[in-house]
């Protein structure tokens, strides 16, 4: 099986190679950051099948199925109040949710990780290594994400988050080794979300669409049409039921989950926001985050374990977080914390 991997690095070599040299042109080499050339479609799907050899995937047996693996959890899911005139004026509208698309692997947007999405690695391409293609916030802003695009996916930020859809592996660049995504989740798609709702009182349901009350989902992808090249795919969802006359005001909680209604699976849930529709403050469940140093040692080692990193939707876990140290001696020894020290603080 070993043979697979230097399979995949002779091609990799080699079209970086042809891009370091254009083709035999005096083009300053990839090493030194100066501009390279993109491979052709035809180079593109050699890498390709070369991944899939090495990774030990047959395409053709891959099943069809929802977005898989936690790098597929939607990031950026936000809840709010939908109250035009504010605080004192009229009552709200309901609850406003809104979310970027996420499907690591599906470069073209649309909606299936496939061959197609070679098509925009190609054409957007690092031509130089130096600059990069898609700039990412300080992971300390996002609970320690590492892939969180800069800026605003619906404003300015638009084409950062597009472009960051294409990095595949989130290092800045578009290059050959954003091809090991679309290997890895190949035949992965969504045809839309599930919304689930915890409304005041009660337990999590399933949100029906309302447009389609025959739909396993709650919200649709948008038409193609409405899918540009310059922008991410971004959803807006009203829970107009969260209000009085309807469910009431109080606390709500929502999570949502890619779905693929032509498989009938589902993918990642998201992170539980919840609302209190009386002052409009929002919380989100915690997320974990915790580091190991070193990562791989022999017996005997001493390992620290760091959890300060770890948030809530607003602030660190203070009185939850901290590092502890255990010492391994042998192998397949249990670990035991043999020093701890807990942050303090609010």
């Known amino acids: 099986m070993r043979h697979r991997g230097w399979v995949f690095l002779i091609v ?15 083009s300053t080499s990839v090493a030194t950051g100066g501009q390279v050339s993109a491979p052709s479609l035809e180079e593109l799907q050699d890498a390709l099948k070369a991944e899939f050899d090495r990774l030990g995937i047959d395409p053709e047996k891959v099943t069809a199925k929802a977005p898989q693996k936690a790098e597929n959890t939607t990031f950026d899911f936000a809840v709010e109040l939908d109250d035009p005139d504010g605080p004192g004026g009229d009552p709200h509208d309901g609850i406003a949710l809104s979310w970027t698309e996420r499907l690591v692997g599906d470069y073209n947007q649309d909606g299936m990780v496939t061959g197609n ?58 290059l050959l080794y954003d091809i090991t995504p679309i290997a890895v989740h190949w035949e992965e798609r969504l045809t839309g979300y599930r919304v689930w709702r915890k409304p005041p009182g009660g337990s999590f349901e399933l949100m029906p669409d309302p447009d389609d009350a025959g739909s396993e989902m709650t919200i649709p992808r948008p038409d193609a049409s409405e899918i540009t090249n310059d922008a991410p795919v971004v959803y807006d ?28 699976t589902a993918g990642p849930a998201s992170a539980i926001i919840t609302i209190d529709t009386a002052t409009g403050i929002v919380n989100q469940s915690p997320v974990a985050a915790l580091s190991v140093s070193p990562n791989f040692a022999g017996a005997p080692a001493v390992i620290t374990l760091d959890a300060q990193r770890a948030l809530t ?34």
Not at 14 to 21: D, I, Q
Not at 240 to 249: K, N, P, R, S, Y
Not at 323 to 340: A, D
């Open 237 to 264: 969802f009203l829970d107009a039921q969260a209000v009085a006359g309807e469910l009431g005001d109080g606390v709500y909680s929502y999570y949502i989950e890619p779905y693929d209604e032509t498989t009938s």
């Open 117 to 174: 999405d070679l098509t925009p690695l190609g054409q957007n391409y690092s031509m130089s290594t130096s600059i990069p293609k898609a700039k990412y916030d300080d992971p300390a802003l996002h609970g320690g994400i590492t892939y969180w695009p800069t800026g605003d996916p619906r404003g300015s930020g638009a084409l950062n988050w597009r472009m960051a859809r294409v990095d595949g592996n989130h290092d800045g660049h578009i």
């Open 12 to 26: 990799l070599l080699s079209l970086l190679l042809l891009s370091a040299c254009g083709g035999g042109s005096a």
């Open 313 to 346: 939707r607003t602030a660190p876990l203070r009185a939850m977080s901290g590092t502890s140290t255990v010492t391994v001696l042998r192998t397949g020894q249990r670990v035991r914390p043999c020093r701890s020290r807990a942050a303090t603080g609010r």
